[in-house]
């Protein structure tokens, strides 16, 4: 059995929903690439002055609510020409203030505590320019961590620290570290310092040896041997009498 239809239903036309869908979506003006925000806004920058945009603009930030923008837009607008170069300045010098800036030091260890190579450190530094100091910083830095100039012997078998180099540079450092406890040391308790270290060595074995061609016949590098110095104590007095001073603080007998 067949049954007729008694009403009419329109259908939508094919071609006027294609004609609807054509081109790309629409995408908010803050999502685009600034060279088509320049293109969307080529025309009205050529049909409007300077001054009818500014105040286009201070209008448009009270309507939103943003007041303090607004007369910002107009006090730099308006006034001397240098005011903007001043506002400028004085954003950068805030940035800077507010932002905690890692020196060289700061820097290194951060790089000796975390393995990290130098491009790894550059990686990390992209992120942040203004926090992280550049790694030419850094190599000065590092370079405050060796002894004097000539104290250090190297070849291709072994390497050699002058010892009393490296007992003053050590001395010298922990000073430089501490200065605030130094400064309220009398003359006569600064020429009485004692500084006691601990020394070892450490020797590994049985390594696989590389094609290396040595300049003396006896050497390999299928062993290494280190020798090792290493800071405890800064005590101000006798460091076998009781009631030596460390750095500021009493040493008592079960401390010693």
């Given at each position: 059995?067949?049954?007729?239809?008694?009403?009419?239903?329109?259908?939508?036309?094919?071609?006027?929903?294609?004609?609807?869908?054509?081109?790309?979506?629409?995408?908010?003006?803050?999502?685009l690439f600034e060279c088509r925000k320049r293109k969307k806004t080529k025309?009205?920058?050529?049909?409007?002055?300077?001054?009818?945009?500014?105040?286009?603009?201070?209008?448009?930030?009270?309507?939103?609510?943003?007041?303090q923008a607004a007369k910002l837009v107009k006090e730099i607008t308006s006034t001397s020409p240098a005011r903007a170069q001043k506002y400028r300045r004085a954003l950068v010098k805030l940035e800077k203030q507010t932002t905690s800036i890692l020196d060289g030091e700061e820097a290194l260890s951060m790089i000796v505590e975390a393995k990290l190579s130098r491009h790894h450190y550059e990686l990390v530094r992209s992120k942040d320019r203004?926090?992280?100091?550049?790694?030419?910083?850094?190599k000065q830095a590092k370079k405050k961590c060796y002894p004097k100039e000539g104290s250090i012997t190297a070849s291709v078998s072994h390497i050699e620290v002058e010892l009393q180099a490296l007992v003053d540079h050590t001395a010298n450092c922990l000073v430089q570290a501490q200065k605030e406890v130094f400064s309220g040391l009398t003359s006569d308790q600064q020429n009485d310092l004692n500084l006691l270290y601990k020394w070892g060595f450490d020797r590994?074995?049985?390594?696989?040896?590389?094609?290396?061609?040595?300049?003396?016949?006896?050497?390999?590098?299928?062993?290494?041997?280190?020798?090792?110095?290493?800071p405890l104590r800064l005590i101000n007095g006798d460091p076998d009498l009781r009631g030596s001073t460390f750095y500021g603080k009493t040493l008592t007998h079960?401390?010693?």
């Open positions: 059995m067949q049954i007729g239809l008694k009403q009419q239903f329109p259908f939508p036309s094919l071609n006027k929903k294609r004609e609807k869908n054509r081109g790309l979506p629409g995408v908010l003006f803050e999502e025309q009205l920058r050529l049909n409007n002055s300077v001054d009818k945009l500014t105040y286009a603009t201070q209008m448009s930030l009270r309507s939103s609510g943003q007041i203004i926090k992280f100091s550049s790694y030419k910083i850094v590994s074995s049985g390594l696989n040896p590389y094609k290396e061609k040595f300049d003396e016949s006896d050497a390999t590098d299928s062993s290494v041997f280190l020798s090792s110095l290493v079960h401390q010693r």
